[in-house]
């Protein structure tokens, strides 16, 4: 499970064993909507740059191609031919994107399929179903993110239902983890604290299902339109309240300064789609700040997308190759500025694991933060 091996300040330094191999903490999850992380990566790349943890979606994988036809085919990870750890989420952040699709009740959701308009019901127990047919290493409780928006009255209304649908998360994974012909009877449960922007709120929430003794915790509801101060504001009031010796993620997040940032208030899991969206659209990520590779001074620049980066792409190519690429809408220089864009943040994670253990993540975060900073200026 989790082991702690070194706090700088709030930052942790930790090592979790699951049943599909070690993870080194902090980790950043590639995300693999459905079953493939959108640029054309296949899973041999993703070892090569370092992926940790792949995260694929509970209810995409469930539409298309069905989480029935994963299981006869052996669950996700002989289906996408990867053998480290998986982490689906639940379905639930659907339940805040798809608003005008859905309606909540106390047993679950009531949604329509955004390709065809097909129902769909899903609740505590058919999430926990659909995960253990994928079989992912880490399945997430089905929750309500609630809109930060929303007033009190419906905040508390909606985060005790989330507490209702926790325990019910946890005995169907219980039931389901026992029975015989479960592909991964060692899936791990994570609980989600939510809360919107109300301190007080999601303190007592994450005093409540601490108490459940799951194998991690996530804060979820955050980075869905909120300032980032008020992100970090409600990190610093409800990440003490999550138990020390589990991992806590927070859920898609986010920017490289986001992560050092939540890093530094003691989060050890992030995903998020911004390297791979921002990838598709040129835009790359370096330790000077972000570059489009779609601008006119890149024409004739036969450097690497970053000098002294060991990603695939920039060991062998030039920025006015990939620009070429992007202009002319080949697929390879999506895929190249994917490639890189996983690699730096794959990386970067490594050098803040480095930094906690030598106890100088302080510096190291405000040397990063301002070395970018000024690559953007520049």
Not at 181 to 192: A, E, M, R, V
Not at 242 to 249: A, D, F, G, H, W
Request: charged share 25%.
């Amino acid at each position: 499970m989790y082991e702690l091996l070194k706090r700088d300040g709030l930052a942790k330094r930790g090592r979790f064993t699951t049943v599909h191999g070690v993870v080194e903490t902090p980790v950043f999850m590639n995300v693999g909507t459905a079953a493939a992380i959108k640029g054309a990566v296949s899973t041999d790349d993703l070892r090569e740059i370092k992926t940790q943890v792949e995260l694929s979606n509970t209810y995409h994988l469930h539409v298309r191609p069905g989480d029935e036809v994963v299981k006869k085919l052996g669950g996700l990870h002989k289906f996408m031919v990867w053998d480290k750890p998986i982490l689906t989420d639940s379905g639930g952040f659907q339940v805040f994107s798809l608003a005008g699709l859905r309606k909540i009740k106390e047993e679950g959701v009531h949604f329509h399929s955004h390709i065809d308009g097909k129902k769909i019901f899903m609740g505590p127990e058919e999430s926990m179903q659909i995960q253990s047919n994928l079989a992912s290493t880490i399945a997430m409780a089905f929750d309500e993110c609630p809109a930060s928006t929303k007033d009190r009255d419906y905040i508390e209304r909606s985060v005790a239902r989330t507490s209702r649908w926790l325990r019910r998360c946890k005995a169907e994974m219980e039931r389901l983890n026992s029975l015989p012909d479960t592909i991964n009877p060692h899936q791990l449960l994570f609980g989600i604290n939510q809360g919107g922007i109300l301190e007080d709120v999601r303190i007592a929430h994450a005093q409540e299902i601490a108490e459940l003794d799951l194998p991690g915790y996530a804060i979820g509801g955050l980075a869905v339109g909120e300032s980032h101060e008020e992100m970090y504001r409600i990190l610093d009031a409800v990440v003490p309240y999550l138990p020390l010796e589990k991992p806590t993620y927070l859920m898609g997040v986010g920017t490289p300064a986001n992560i050092l940032e939540a890093v530094d208030r003691g989060v050890d899991f992030f995903d998020c789609v911004y390297p791979t969206r921002n990838g598709r659209h040129g835009h790359v990520y370096t330790n000077h700040g972000k570059l489009n590779l779609f601008n006119a001074k890149y024409e004739l620049d036969d450097r690497p997308i970053e000098e002294g980066c060991g990603c695939p792409v920039c060991r062998k190519y030039s920025r006015a190759y990939i620009r070429h690429l992007l202009k002319a809408k080949e697929m390879l220089g999506m895929r190249f500025c994917v490639l890189h864009n996983l690699y730096f943040y794959n990386t970067m994670m490594e050098e803040i694991r480095a930094a906690i253990e030598e106890g100088r993540y302080k510096e190291y975060k405000k040397q990063k933060l301002e070395g970018m900073a000024q690559g953007q200026k520049g």
